[in-house]
């Protein structure tokens, strides 16, 4: 990659029950940034409710992703339910 003219392609895994915070807050510094380009992905292309209640929407399906700098996982007590998802590890 070069580092002064490539987007940075970072994605943000989505899943139930998920720490809204963690995502929510990361994503309005981020978003923000020169040359980024976020997608909110989750196992599907679905709504998502988080431990809060608040409603996210995963704009694309896992498999819509070829490509991803950076993967963020945002936080939750349920966090480790990712490993029964082989799609999510690959």
């Known amino acids: 990659m070069n ?6 392609q970072i994605v943000f895994l989505f899943y139930d029950e ?8 990361s994503y309005e510094i981020l978003c ?3 040359r980024i380009s ?10 998502i409710s988080t431990d ?13 992703i070829t490509h991803a700098d ?3 996982v945002p936080g939750a007590g349920s966090a480790t339910i990712l490993r029964n998802f082989p799609e999510i590890l690959n």
Do not use: C, Q, W
């Open 52 to 64: 809060s209640g608040l409603i996210l929407h995963a704009d694309y399906a896992l498999s819509d």
């Open 70 to 72: 950076i993967l963020f």
């Open 32 to 34: 923000r940034l020169p």
């Open 18 to 25: 998920m720490t809204a915070l963690d995502a929510v807050g």
């Open 3 to 8: 580092k002064y003219n490539d987007i940075i």
């Open 38 to 47: 976020i997608k909110r992905v989750a196992s599907s292309k679905r709504k």
